[in-house]
C-alpha cells in the first residue's frame, strides 16, 4: 500500500478512535459475517438507449457552453431528471 493512502486513512481512522490493525480486522470480520465484502462491488452498465441518450445530453451540453448559453444548477437537475424519469416539456 502507499504511504499517502496509508497515512490518509490513519488519520481518519485515529479521529474516529481506532487504529490501522483494528479497523482491518473489523474489515475481515464484516467479510465473514457478509460472506463477502461489506458494501457493493460491482460495475455499472447501461444500454445503448441509455449511452446514446447521454452522449446527446453531452453533446447539446458543449454546444450550449460554445453558444454562451448558461443554465442554474436547478434548472439543470430539474431538466436531467425529467429526461431520465422519459417526461418531455419540450
Given amino acids: 500500500m502507499d504511504k499517502t493512502t496509508k497515512d490518509q486513512a490513519t488519520t481518519i481512522l485515529e479521529k474516529i478512535g481506532l487504529d490501522p490493525s483494528t479497523a482491518i480486522r473489523m474489515f475481515f470480520k464484516q467479510i465473514i459475517v457478509q460472506d463477502g465484502l461489506p458494501f457493493a462491488a460491482k460495475t455499472t452498465t447501461i444500454s ?43
Fill in 48 to 90: 445503448d438507449h441509455e449511452l446514446t441518450e447521454i452522449k446527446q445530453i453531452l453533446l447539446q451540453s458543449r454546444q450550449d457552453v460554445l453558444n454562451g448559453d448558461i443554465y442554474d444548477l436547478k434548472s439543470i437537475k430539474s431538466d436531467y431528471t425529467d429526461r431520465l424519469s422519459g417526461s418531455n416539456n419540450d
